[in-house]
């Protein structure tokens, strides 16, 4: 039967194509339907050491090599350098109070460095979407994935197989097509296709990280670093330049994101608690206005942007997380960002979509279907996000006291430390050839020693702000520091929180 497939999966950005491209390469039939057409704008744009050893692993397993360059800046710049990226050396955090201008203290009290990597050809990288996925794209139809953009009123049912039903826009003429698969797959991130046909509830409310964002893309944004190097600061150059990062200015309840690229753009959002955005009544009609007003508040913020012209639209999302009941079951799964998504906070968006992948890939290339394997994926995605969801809710709670964030923020270093540390020693073994590793659990969640650790922490950094109207004692504060640095030191291989550093680390990632 001609519309006939293996598998179908709905949605192309990266992940879908990632995963479309490496079932086609194994000789499964698979369809993959969109509701847009590439190019096109999205977020989400920044990946980590995770994320690289990830897509090392999948290039790797399944002799993807054309895949193999995008897991390290210095290859991509080699092999693709038309594929826009940005070097991405760490992560960098800036506190600012509201209608003053940015100033650290000697001991760098109000800025914190993570590196990620050792030098600039090792570096992480943040991804272009609109260019990645249209890449990835092409090459899934270059490996024989039969693709369809511009896909309307998708419709799925299940008697015994997928039936996929979707009206085609083609030029000025609408197509009405049908296929049949084995297997469906959602990477459409916030589509909600497969969950309506599943009869899958939102959970949304269930998490604890509430917050939503307003992003576009700009042209022109002067660099942070020279700004403070005229002021007299030269502390953001090392231990890498801050700009060279995914670039945090934390304000007192929420941060903006900075994402510089190789061709002048530069991704910027402002990050804040849901509650924030419904009490100033944001809506599309104000956006701009919303914007002016947030940039008016941090002067050192806004004078990044006096000579810079927005490249895209502004958008809004007042509620950036979400979860549903269920990430798999008879015949279907979800990918992890679409299964679930808390907050940009943490980058490990791309990360975890790709963690699903290789694992859906693995699952669908088994010789026999093992039901088992699969529902224990399903869980094992949702409890993912929650833990996501602990590890980014945890800074919210700390701010706006920048000491506890920048401890909070460990948690998620150190987590994704660990598990890093155990998938270097195991791709070092894999070659083109080799017997396939299997990745370690997405940011240590299944390690219960260290999440426990964590969790306990977390627990207190919570008791601690609920006494006294959210208010913390230097004492109180300098105690729980301690006793979490003291918790956390069996996993901590980098010594994150070590005092002695000034809030400058050049080693958190393990060796690539």
Not at 480 to 498: C, K, M
Request: net charge negative.
């Amino acid at each position: 039967m001609q519309n006939r497939y293996d598998v179908a999966i709905l949605g192309s950005s990266f992940s879908g194509s990632i995963l479309a491209a490496i079932l086609a390469s194994r000789g499964l039939r698979v369809l993959m339907l969109d509701r847009g057409r590439h190019p096109r704008f999205a977020i989400g744009e920044s990946s980590t050491p995770t994320a690289d050893f990830l897509l090392e692993a999948i290039a790797k397993r399944w002799q993807l090599t054309k895949l193999l360059p995008l897991a390290r800046w210095g290859t991509w710049q080699q092999y693709y350098p038309h594929v826009t990226a940005g070097k991405k050396r760490g992560f960098s955090y800036f506190a600012h109070s509201l209608d003053q201008l940015y100033a650290d203290t000697p001991t760098n009290s109000h800025s914190l460095l993570v590196a990620a990597s050792s030098d600039d050809t090792l570096s992480d990288t943040h991804w272009l979407r609109a260019e990645v996925d249209h890449f990835l794209f092409n090459h899934a139809q270059e490996l024989g994935v039969d693709t369809f953009e511009s896909c309307d009123s998708i419709e799925l049912t299940r008697p015994r197989e997928w039936l996929l039903g979707w009206c085609h826009r083609s030029g000025s003429s609408n197509l009405t097509q049908q296929a049949h698969a084995t297997w469906l797959i959602d990477s459409t991130g916030m589509g909600g296709v497969l969950a309506r046909a599943a009869g899958l509830r939102a959970n949304d409310d269930q998490l604890l990280t509430q917050t939503g964002a307003i992003f576009s893309h700009f042209e022109g944004i002067a660099s942070w670093d020279d700004l403070q190097c005229q002021a007299g600061n030269r502390s953001t150059l090392q231990p890498f330049h801050s700009d060279d990062a995914a670039q945090h200015h934390v304000m007192r309840e929420g941060w903006m994101w900075m994402l510089r690229f190789a061709n002048g753009l530069t991704s910027v959002g402002i990050v804040q608690p849901s509650q924030y955005w419904k009490d100033k009544k944001v809506d599309a009609a104000r956006l701009q206005q919303t914007w002016d007003i947030e940039l008016s508040h941090f002067p050192s913020i806004q004078s990044m942007f006096d000579r810079a012209s927005m490249k895209q639209p502004l958008r809004f999302q007042e509620r950036l997380s979400r979860i549903w009941s269920a990430a798999s079951g008879d015949g279907w799964a979800m990918l992890p960002t679409t299964a679930g998504f808390v907050d940009p906070l943490h980058s490990s968006g791309i990360a975890h979509a790709l963690s699903g992948v290789y694992r859906i890939a693995d699952m669908l290339l088994e010789e026999k279907h093992n039901a088992e394997a699969w529902k224990r994926y399903g869980e094992d995605v949702l409890d993912e996000v929650r833990w996501i969801d602990q590890l980014v809710s945890a800074c919210y709670t700390a701010l706006p006291d920048f000491e506890l964030f920048c401890m909070a923020a460990n948690f998620y270093f150190i987590s994704a430390i660990d598990a890093e540390k155990d998938f270097s020693e195991s791709i070092q073994r894999l070659s083109l050839h080799d017997v396939p590793v299997k990745p370690p659990s997405f940011l240590s969640c299944q390690k219960r020693s260290l999440r426990n650790a964590i969790e306990k922490s977390i627990h207190e950094l919570r008791q601690m702000k609920q006494q006294n109207g959210g208010v913390v004692s230097s004492a109180g504060r300098q105690q729980w520091l301690q006793e979490t640095r003291d918790r956390l030191q069996p996993w901590n291989h980098a010594d994150l929180g070590n005092i002695a550093a000034q809030n400058r680390f050049s080693r958190s990632a393990a060796d690539k």
